[in-house]
């Protein structure tokens, strides 16, 4: 696995089978559940200090506080304290992304899912955010309920996982698979803060 400037990874298409790109730093999303329709809302604001210290983050989550500290002008101990303090807080965290192409995981789609008429957008937004394969769901305005991307190994993998998750559940109504034939562009460096949905 080769690391990559944090906020910076692009995937191109072809990619090539040995790269992966990583991510080393992103907004946390909020363990909280108790406010309905809260993806985008209640989150501690970012301000000040914090803000610039997030913005070096997002540059290189691998960078140190001291070196942070030297550019901001600040104590080392007033940045460990602060980014400590914003990851206590579930503001942010540390991870790493792999490129599932170069993991061997080919076959990929977005799926647009409307849900059935005995099931709510947000029941069925929590059923997706628990499988493994889901690597993105959304709940959205328009035509759809959810946009959902998924990743797998194989052709037969993704028949399968619509046949169980889709097809077969009561929780949705239609499915609309949109295969993906090429990743051209992965940009993760503005992500927001995302609560939990109810």
Known sequence: MKNKIAGNSKLTSPSPPGIAGVRDF??????????????????????GLNLK?????????RATFSSIAEKLGVSESTVRTRVTRMREQNIIQFITVTNPLALGHSSWAMLGISVGQNSSAAEAAEYFREIDEV???????????????????????LRAFLDEHCYESSLV???????????????????IPLADPK
Request: no cysteine.
């Open 173 to 191: 109504s239609s499915v609309e698979p949109m295969m993906g034939l090429g990743l051209y562009k992965s940009l993760y460096k503005w992500e």
């Open 26 to 47: 992103t907004f946390a999303r909020s363990k909280a559940k108790n406010e309905p329709e809260a993806e985008f809302f209640g989150q501690p604001r970012i301000e």
């Open 53 to 61: 210290i997030v913005e070096h983050l997002k540059e290189d989550g």
């Open 135 to 157: 690597v993105y769901a959304m709940r959205v305005a328009g035509r759809f309920d959810l946009l959902v991307e998924v990743v797998v190994d194989s052709p037969v993998s």
